[in-house]
C-alpha cells in the first residue's frame, strides 16, 4: 500500500539554528499537509498546499515557518531560526482530493528536538 | 481551541469484548469525522470515516456512531484484538475549516489478552 515518508525520524538541532524536514507524499495524491503535535498534546494542524502554493496556514504557521515542493515528488517544511518550543513530532500528510471527504494520510512523523 | 474533545484519556478491555471510543465536538459546521489509529512511534493511521448526512458507518469490526445533535461520535470496535491496543484520535473538518482537520487528543486503548 502507498505510504507517506518523512525523513530524517529524528532531528536535533540547536536553537537558533534552521531546519529542513522532508515528506514524500503519496504519488497521486494533490494535496499535502503539515501538522504538529507536541509531546502531550493534540495533534495540531500547521498548512495545507496545492498546485504550488499554501491552500490555507493555522495561526502557528508564522513566517518563521515556510513549505516548498522543490520537485515532483519532496514536500519540505523548514522552520528558520528554531526556538525551543518547536520541539514537537511533526507529520506530513497527504490527500488525493480537497477536503471534500477524503482521508489524510500521516507519515510516520519526524521528532524534532531543540536544545 | 478545544472544537473535538476525547475525555477518555486511556482505556482498557479485555480481548473479544466491545471496546467504545468517544468523542465530543463543538462545531455545528463539521460535517466529515475520522477515526485514526497510532501505534507508538508511527504517524497516525486512518481507520474509519463518517460523514454528516450518514448515522452509521461500518468496516469489518468498526463502526462508527454519529450523533449530529448531541455533536457526539463514536467508535465501537467487536470483538477487541490485542492488536488493537493504540492511541485512537478523532478527527473533524466541515465547510467552514478549509483542509484542515481538528483532532481530539486521543484515547489510550489497551486491550487485555
Known amino acids: 500500500e502507498p505510504e507517506v515518508t518523512q525523513t530524517p525520524s529524528h532531528q536535533v538541532t540547536q536553537m537558533g539554528q534552521e531546519v529542513i524536514l522532508r515528506c514524500v507524499p503519496i504519488s497521486n495524491h494533490l494535496y499535502f499537509y503539515w501538522y504538529r503535535q507536541i509531546l502531550g498534546q493534540k495533534v495540531e494542524f500547521l498548512v495545507s498546499?496545492?498546485?504550488?502554493?499554501?491552500?490555507?496556514k493555522s495561526e502557528i504557521f508564522d513566517d518563521q515557518f515556510s513549505v516548498e515542493r522543490p520537485d515532483g515528488s519532496n514536500f519540505t517544511l523548514k522552520i528558520r531560526s528554531t526556538k525551543l518550543e518547536d520541539s514537537a513530532m511533526y507529520f506530513c500528510?497527504?490527500?488525493?482530493?480537497?477536503?471534500?471527504?477524503?482521508?489524510?494520510?500521516f507519515g510516520d512523523g519526524t521528532r524534532l528536538s531543540i536544545l | 481551541d478545544q472544537q473535538v474533545k476525547q475525555n477518555s484519556p486511556s482505556l482498557s478491555v479485555q480481548e473479544g469484548r466491545i471496546s467504545i471510543l468517544n468523542c465530543d465536538y463543538t462545531n455545528s459546521m463539521f460535517d466529515y469525522f475520522l477515526w485514526y489509529k497510532k501505534y507508538p512511534a508511527e504517524g497516525p493511521t486512518f481507520l474509519i470515516s463518517i460523514s454528516s448526512i450518514k448515522d452509521k458507518n461500518e468496516d469489518g469490526r468498526f463502526t462508527v456512531f454519529l450523533n449530529k445533535s448531541a455533536k457526539h461520535l463514536s467508535l465501537h470496535i467487536v470483538p477487541s484484538q490485542p492488536g488493537d491496543s493504540a492511541v485512537y484520535f478523532c478527527a473533524a473538518s466541515g465547510v467552514n475549516t478549509g483542509n484542515q482537520f481538528y483532532f481530539g487528543t486521543g484515547t489510550s486503548l489497551t486491550v487485555i489478552p
Open positions: 498546499f496545492y498546485n504550488n502554493e499554501i491552500s490555507e
Open positions: 500528510a497527504s490527500s488525493e482530493g480537497a477536503r471534500g471527504h477524503q482521508p489524510q494520510h
